[in-house]
């Protein structure tokens, strides 16, 4: 059973930065998939960012190109979201996921961290 557990968010204002960290235990396998996801208040949960255990390939939403990076540590087996240039309209509830495969359903999820963004 793979467990996620996020940390990292907090209130800031526009413009601001914040790095988000999800922390992963259980069996993690190199073809897995991670992402953040986010949901505001009224909205649909939107997917941010993903990536792959191993190699480089990742995925932004068009809404956070050039702003987000996501990257991983395998040592640690944790996951990051650096957040630059931060907007209002970033304000949610971020959540940390794993899916087994690539296109494969998210089955694995984090409890979620709070974003706030002042303007």
């Known amino acids: 059973q793979v467990q996620l557990v996020e940390s990292g968010g907090g209130l800031v204002q526009a413009g601001g930065s914040l790095r988000l960290s999800c922390a992963a235990s259980?069996?993690?396998?190199?073809?897995?998939?991670m992402g953040w996801f986010r949901q505001a208040p009224g909205k649909e949960r939107e997917s941010v960012a993903t990536i792959r255990w191993s190699g480089s390939s990742t995925y932004y939403v068009d809404s956070v190109k050039g702003r987000f990076t996501i990257s991983r540590d395998n040592a640690k087996n944790t996951v990051y979201l650096q957040m630059n240039s931060l907007k209002p309209e970033d304000t949610a509830v971020y959540y940390c996921?794993?899916?087994?495969?690539?296109?494969?359903?998210?089955?694995?999820w984090g409890q979620g961290t709070q974003v706030t963004v002042s303007s």
């Open positions: 996921a794993c899916a087994q495969r690539l296109g494969g359903e998210y089955n694995y």
């Open positions: 259980g069996p993690i396998f190199r073809w897995y998939i």
